[in-house]
């Protein structure tokens, strides 16, 4: 049976209200994180007494340190250096769980509690080996650590807390089997913190009954919340030359430190990098095909301003918290409302500000629409006129004698004067006096 509660806020001013272990909160002290996120300030009261939790926070909310804290915090306070994995936290890209692992390795400066990154693409035996030295913390991808579970070697029968960051995420990369078998290896008595950006995915609530079984709820969004720091906008364009132009010409005009150009296929992003550095553009490519080592290649570039524009595919639209990335740039409709959301999550971050642009031709106006409808908002219609198009967004149809955006015109009919037959005879008799028919004449007798 599954509990759902909202609690109330704790006026937390700042993490030592929470009276956190003395390293970590030394740890925070020293990494400059002084005021708690309102996702922190929900989580980490509730998450210290060991309640399962389902909590949904937008991208960027803070969540990392949310389930961090809470479960380090149990670590030290109990200490047990010989029960092997004791958290597992389970992500669905690479780049989410390095994130995390460097976050985590920051935390435990100072303690003798050690964090490992397994996930594809890394040495195997030296992942076995990290397993066997009874690390801690582990930061996984569901793949990897379903490798090691088939070999035996990621006993997980001790394990205090499990932690599924971006649910959604994984469910759409369709590592749903794989989360739940990863699940069923792990103590039951364990306790399971299950983070998403949304719930209205459809599978997020069923996971959340299967690996949860009792939790409470903490909704701190939904997916139609407005964005308040992100100013959205939309440039319609004729065709993809047209807006392979369009793009050059924001980049190169737009004030921004960093910029993230989104498309729907590896193609595409491998197709417009050229383009765009022929116009001076120091840009760089990041999709699914790249090998592991040409991925965190790319994103130290990108992380270290040596390029500022990052053309991507999703993979990048979730997990990534890079900061400086000022503008986004959707070159191509995204194909429903919440891939939108979390491309354009990548920027606005930590109440910054963030620019977001979506390129929009005739064949993705209906998309554009729908996406409008789902969120509830009015994006704002922009124009740049040195390269105004020809499509200016649908006309409006006659159809069956209706206009859109108007009542049908209805004609009223003159009525036309009644035709009379003029006959040569009785032109004749104009004037003459008519004799009288025989029945006038019986009635006057």
Known sequence: MTE???PATPASADFSSFDLHGALQQALT???FETPTPVQQR????????QNLLVSAKTGSGKT???LLPSLHYLLVNPNFYAGTRVLVLVPTRELAQQIHLQCQQLLEGTSLKAALITGGEDFKKQQNALRKNTAVVIATPGRILELLTLDTAPFENLDTLIL???DRMLDMGFSDDVLTIAKQCNENRQTLLFSATLTHAGVLKMADKVLKKYELIALNTLRDELPHIQQQIVLADDNPHKEQLLAWLLLNETFEKALVFSNSRAQAD???DPVRAKGVRAIVLHGDMDQKERQRVMKLFRDGVVNVLIATDLAARGLDIKGIQLVINFEVPRNGI???HRIGRTGRSDETGLTITLVKHTEWNLMA?????LRQSFIRRSIKELAGKFQGPKKLKASGKTTGGKKKVETKKEKPEKVKVRHRDQKNIGKRRAPSVENSNAST
């Open 4 to 6: 759902v509660t909202t």
């Open 30 to 32: 020293k990494n400059g």
């Open 43 to 50: 989580t980490i009261p509730a998450s210290l007494t060991r």
């Open 65 to 67: 340190l949310a389930f």
């Open 165 to 167: 960051d971006e649910a």
């Open 271 to 273: 197709a417009l990098c």
């Open 339 to 341: 891939n939108y959301l």
């Open 370 to 374: 729908g996406i409008e409808r789902f």
